[in-house]
Structure formats: structure tokens, C-alpha cells
């Protein structure tokens, strides 16, 4: 049972960068992998969610429109691809199982996202 998230960064304000979240076979058979993020002083948030089961997705008001979730079976992968990035934006992102906005308990270390000019 595994998640393990990469592709953090620096980048500035309008940019763009892509999480991958290599996920177990286990997980991706049975939960649905999203992603969320915590500021420094705020609490964690969800950020997104999709469940493959349905094909449905979760996005978070601040994002939407901005950030798209998806997911490469082959390579047991979820993806976040952030566009139009933001300075609040800034977090560390962690993959999880979800539904919705909210974790299901399997977490993946964080990586950490500064967008900054």
C-alpha cells in the first residue's frame, strides 16, 4: 500500500508544473487517488479527486478551471497538472485516497509547491 507524490517546485505566477502520484495497484483498484494541500498557518485542504470507478472528478473552487486530475493506469499514475499557477497557491501537495474533499486515510509524503516571482 503506497502513494508517492514528486514534481514540486519553485515556479512563478502564472506558470505551470505537474504532480505524479505513483500509486499502488492495490489503491488504484479500490479508491480513488486525489490530491490536497496545506499552506503554511492554514489548514489542509482537497484539492481534487478522481474516481475512476465513475470517471467523476472533485475539483476545488479555487482551482477550478486551473488544475487538471488524471490518471495513467499503465504506469499506475495520478496526475495534477496546475496551470495559471498563483502565489496562494503555495503548499505542500500530498496524494491521497479521497472522496471528494475529503481523505479516505492512505496518504503519500508531501512535496512542496512555491510559486513566487
Known amino acids: 500500500v503506497q502513494l508517492q507524490a514528486s514534481g514540486g517546485g519553485l515556479v512563478q505566477p502564472g506558470g505551470s508544473l505537474r504532480l505524479s502520484c505513483a500509486a499502488s495497484r492495490f489503491l488504484l483498484d479500490y479508491y480513488a487517488i486525489g490530491w490536497f494541500r496545506q499552506a503554511p498557518g492554514k489548514e489542509r485542504e482537497g484539492v481534487s479527486c478522481f474516481s475512476s470507478s465513475d470517471g467523476s472528478t472533485y475539483y476545488a473552487d479555487s482551482v477550478k478551471g486551473r488544475f487538471t486530475i488524471s490518471r495513467d493506469n499503465r504506469k499506475n499514475t495520478v496526475y495534477l497538472q496546475m496551470n495559471s499557477l498563483k502565489p496562494e497557491d503555495t503548499a505542500v501537495y500530498y496524494c491521497?485516497?479521497?472522496?471528494?474533499?475529503?481523505?479516505?486515510?492512505?496518504w503519500g509524503q508531501g512535496t512542496l509547491v512555491t510559486v513566487s516571482s
Open positions: 491521497a485516497t479521497c472522496y471528494g474533499s475529503v481523505s479516505l486515510g492512505y
